[in-house]
């Protein structure tokens, strides 16, 4: 079993008559990526802010490498990096190489001890081309792996990155997640991550917490997650859209959803997968494709929310 | 050691800041050369030849303390506003140096770059016009610094309140008013105005330079505790401010 690097307990903040977040205990461990999924307010963001110290929580502990965030916050921060604002965390009149050597300047780090993981940042980053260029001119995704870059630079063994993809196209996304994995495996980090992009989170963390209204309600494994909400759907590609008659019709024999030209039906028994053939029949709605699916982390994610509010 | 790599991020920020903005670095450059050719022509007909040095170096060291006394009371407030807009504000809380000290480095760097560029005009404008001062710079500049440091103290607890509040442009604007005032106040031998922050200073480098008044010791000590005294006292206020920005997550919105 891996050392624990953080290692968060009864974690309570409020806000006047919001509370923010309401007894949540979770570990990290070294060399883990952990995912926090919720929704927008469920507390992700302060959870991650309460163990940098930027919010100061009212009850519980955080303990980071076995020290204290409430007693010895900047000892913490020595070996702590973190994307907050996504790219907005770096300046964007300078060039990368300049945000870089500010970053590790204002840490007390000189110029001569970040070059070489500076050029390394920015090879492995694809930014050696435009790392003397203003950041303003970038595209998103540029801006983005800039301040991913920053975050790394006085290499710090813990990571805290709040929705590092978020606006970011699938592409970027998955470029930013091979670079992440990487830079795990090769120098053992720690990562804890926040992100609604359920497709990135599933395939980088192991584990995941999802937090709802500031609550932890579900700690698992990605693997234990989806076996425990382990379904299968048929998904049908129509000729054209289903009317809302037609999803009627087919809702009597299980759940079902539509986007565009596509429906997802659950069918309570594979018995009823006669029936439905029939109701499309009767419909006179041509059947392009058909085919079972299983349901993937987002699915799972509404299930848990929902299975939580009601 | 740390302290200095600071103070070398925050220089070169300055210079790349200055650099990337060279159209306003220019015209700011282009101002304040107008300013010493407005002074120095400006003596010179309304005086005539007959005029001494003395009104020249009175409203120079005047231009200095005032453009120094601005920079160090607005500085602190100023970047954490710009800071909190861009989204940096919470990476400057990220550094185990501390946003105090980043913050501090800050001011005095700017104070450093803004007497750079005075000394820079200053030469222009007397090669320009061929008219020599006698000015002890050395001097001047070490007790603008000295007695703007109670300033850079008010601009910490500016810089406080504008965690949690944001927009201090207003307040800032009234305080830099009172300022005018302030700067002319009687302080030696002792009278009650010497203990509010920069008046002491203020009127002894005035005096110092333009009259020649020689002071004791014991005053610049005076003017040192002041200066501390107010430092520390805007430190632990930014402090308190900045335990409640944390308390109520202000640190980054805006």
Not at chain 1, 77 to 106: C, D
Request: aromatic share 10%; glycine share 8%; net charge neutral.
């Amino acid at each position: 079993m891996s050392q624990i690097c953080i290692r968060v307990k009864d974690l309570v903040k409020t806000y006047k008559d919001l509370t923010a977040l309401n007894r949540i205990s979770f570990d990290v461990r070294a060399g883990e990526i952990l995912g926090i999924l919720g929704p927008n307010g469920s507390g992700k963001t302060t959870t991650l802010k309460s163990i940098l110290g930027i919010i100061e929580f009212d009850e519980g502990s955080i303990e980071v490498n076995g020290i204290s965030v409430k007693r010895q916050r900047k000892e913490i921060l020595k070996n702590v990096g973190a994307i907050l604002e996504g790219a907005r965390n770096i300046y964007w009149h300078l060039s990368p190489r300049e945000n870089l050597t500010y970053f590790a300047g204002i840490r007390g780090i000189p110029d001569k001890a970040i070059s070489e993981r500076a050029d390394y940042l920015l090879e492995s980053l694809e930014l050696s081309d435009v790392a003397d260029k203003e950041i303003r001119q970038f595209s998103s995704g540029m801006k983005q792996k800039c301040a991913l870059a920053c975050a790394f630079i006085y290499n710090p063994s813990i990571l805290l990155l709040d929705e590092p993809t978020l606006g970011l196209d699938v592409e970027i996304s998955r470029t930013i997640r091979d670079w992440l994995l990487n830079i795990v495996e090769e120098e053992g980090k720690t990562i804890l991550i926040t992100s609604h992009n359920m497709d990135f989170i599933e395939s980088i963390c192991e584990r995941i917490l999802i937090i709802r209204r500031g609550e932890i309600i579900s700690h698992e494994t990605v693997k234990s997650l989806k076996e425990k909400f382990a379904r299968k759907y048929f998904r049908m590609d129509l000729e054209r859209e289903p009317q809302s008659r037609l999803l009627d019709e087919i809702s009597t024999l299980g759940n079902v959803s539509a986007s565009g030209c596509s429906i997802k039906v659950e069918l309570e028994t594979v018995n009823h997968l006669i029936p439905l053939m029939k109701i499309l029949h009767e419909a006179d709605t041509k059947l392009l494709d058909f085919h079972t699916v299983e349901n993937d982390l987002e699915d799972i994610f509404l299930e848990v929310i929902r299975e939580e509010t009601e | 050691m740390k302290m200095l790599h600071l103070m070398a991020a925050e220089g070169k920020m300055l210079y790349w800041t200055l650099r990337r903005y060279l159209f306003n670095t220019l015209m700011g450059f282009g101002v304040m050369f107008l300013i010493f050719m407005g002074m120095f022509w400006g003596i010179k007909t309304i005086g005539g030849t007959g005029v001494t040095g003395d009104s020249l170096d009175s409203m120079l060291v005047g231009y200095v303390l005032w453009v120094s006394a601005m920079l160090a009371l607005q500085n602190t407030g100023t970047e954490i506003t710009s800071e909190s807009q861009r989204g940096t504000l919470e990476q400057l809380y990220l550094s185990p140096m501390g946003a105090d000290k980043i913050f501090f480095v800050k001011a005095v760097m700017n104070m450093v770059f803004n007497f750079i560029f005075i000394t820079a005009m200053l030469y222009i404008s007397m090669a320009a016009t061929g008219r020599w001062m006698n000015i002890n710079l050395l001097y001047l500049y070490a007790m603008v610094l000295l007695s703007t440091l109670s300033l850079v103290g008010i601009s910490f607890m500016m810089g406080g309140i504008g965690l949690i509040h944001k927009r201090i442009g207003s307040v800032n604007g009234i305080l830099s008013f009172g300022l005018i005032g302030l700067m002319f106040l009687p302080t030696f031998p002792i009278t009650p105005y010497a203990f509010l922050p920069f008046v002491a200073g203020a009127a002894t480098v005035r005096n110092g330079i333009v009259r020649g008044h020689v002071y004791p010791v014991w005053w610049y000590l005076f003017i040192a505790g002041n200066s501390l005294l107010y430092l520390v006292l805007g430190l632990m206020i930014f402090s308190k401010m900045e335990k409640k920005a944390r308390r109520l997550n202000k640190m980054g919105q805006y």
